[in-house]
């Protein structure tokens, strides 16, 4: 096996039988082949890279947090209803339905996580409706306050103290 370099230093191998155009690649010892292909240890990144990296993680967890604390449901009439955001759409279409003729059919229940059913009045469901769009707030102001926190983070142990709890 011989070996060659062309003009960019790119390494290649030829067996011996091999004709290689020496004006296009020039003949190198097999140690500097293996030199130059050798590779280039990586650069460690920065405090700055850290720390832009710390953020970006950090601002994906609180994300995640928000949601988990969104979705975890509520608690009405000693029951936690699912309140993800198709049940809360389902719940926000079922409560402007029965608005316009501000009744239920007898005997409406609407399902608890555990799914039990829970018998429910207009009244009922507005009131689950307005914990669901109270935690979807709270949660999200929370939220924006630990990002903004993050975001004013000039270390990375000032990232890593900033936890949802």
Do not use: C, H
């Not at 292909?37 to 947090?65: F, G, H, Q, R």
Request: no cysteine; charged share 30%.
């Amino acid at each position: 096996m011989r070996y060659y370099k062309d003009k960019d230093n790119l390494v290649y191998g030829f067996e011996d039988d091999i004709k290689v155009d020496t004006s296009i690649y020039t003949e190198i010892s097999k140690e500097e082949a293996l030199e130059l292909v050798k590779p280039i240890p990586p650069t460690p990144p920065s405090e700055e890279e850290l720390l832009a990296n710390a953020k970006e993680n950090k601002l994906k967890e609180i994300d995640a947090k928000r949601d988990e604390a969104i979705e975890s449901g509520v608690t009405y009439k000693d029951k936690v209803f699912q309140s993800a955001e198709k049940d809360r759409n389902l719940l926000t279409s079922t409560v402007s339905l029965f608005s316009i003729t501000k009744s239920l059919p007898e005997g409406f229940v609407w399902i608890a996580k555990d799914n039990t059913a829970v018998s429910m009045s207009l009244e009922d469901l507005i009131a689950l409706g307005a914990l669901m769009a109270s935690s979807v707030n709270e949660n999200t102001i929370k939220a924006r306050n630990l990002k903004d926190a993050v975001l004013k983070a000039t270390t990375l142990d000032e990232v890593k103290g900033i936890v949802w709890n």
